[in-house]
């Protein structure tokens, strides 16, 4: 059992450094051993480990695979932190799909659940796939606003963006200050960090998402 456990986290926090061959293979090997003893808890935590692994490669089908099976065994137990965790991943799946309407929906269920619980830090990085919304739906502005109340909200928990996804992120902000220019973007991204967190989730939802 502490074997299994020590090989999850293992695996957990190599995904989250990016090394992808060790994340695969620890968890993979864990979720074997807690098949074999039948620790649910223990399951869901390696599914959703193994479906972050999935998503960060864009392998999408595996990862709504192993994601959907994670959220119904997490549901079935009533653990609210893995349901709006698999939520969220499976928006990031969505977004790597380009299903921006069913991405927000699902980062919509996320955040009302997280709030019920304080988790900053998720809510922060629902955020931040919000603002990935609206850079793609080309609103640029929108999005560093966004970012800006993001990071605020990181910063008031001390939550870091993992290593893994650092690039990505970097990526769309330099997007958006190429788009806006140094001032516009540092004016709006000051305008996202004073706004208060009620105000930042309605902002961030409240736009129609275009059908076409």
């Known amino acids: 059992f502490i074997i299994y456990g020590a090989l999850a986290e293992r695996g957990l926090a190599a995904s989250r450094m990016g090394d992808y061959e060790r994340a695969e293979a620890d968890l993979a090997e864990a979720l074997g051993g807690r098949r074999m003893i039948r620790n649910k808890v223990g399951i869901v935590t390696v599914l959703s480990g193994l479906g972050e692994v999935a998503t960060r490669q864009g392998h999408y089908d595996r990862a709504t695979a192993l994601l959907e099976e994670c959220l119904v065994l997490a549901r079935e137990r009533g653990m609210k932190w893995p349901i709006a965790s698999m939520l969220g991943t499976l928006a990031w799946v969505a977004l790597g799909q380009h299903d921006n309407r069913r991405a927000r929906d699902l980062l919509t269920e996320s955040m009302a659940l997280r709030k019920t619980f304080g988790d900053k830090g998720g809510l922060a990085w629902c955020l931040e796939k919000l603002a990935e919304i609206a850079l793609s739906e080309g609103r640029p502005a929108r999005a560093v606003c966004i970012l800006g109340a993001a990071q605020a909200l990181r910063e008031s928990v001390g939550?870091?963006?993992?290593?893994?996804?650092?690039?990505?992120?970097?990526?769309?902000?330099?997007?958006?200050?190429?788009?806006?220019?140094?001032?516009?973007?540092?004016?709006?991204?000051?305008?996202?960090?004073?706004m208060p967190f009620e105000a930042a989730w309605s902002y961030a939802l409240n736009e129609p998402i275009d059908s076409t």
């Open 159 to 194: 939550s870091v963006i993992d290593l893994a996804d650092r690039p990505h992120f970097d990526s769309h902000v330099q997007a958006l200050r190429a788009q806006l220019g140094d001032t516009m973007f540092g004016e709006t991204w000051q305008r996202g960090r004073v």
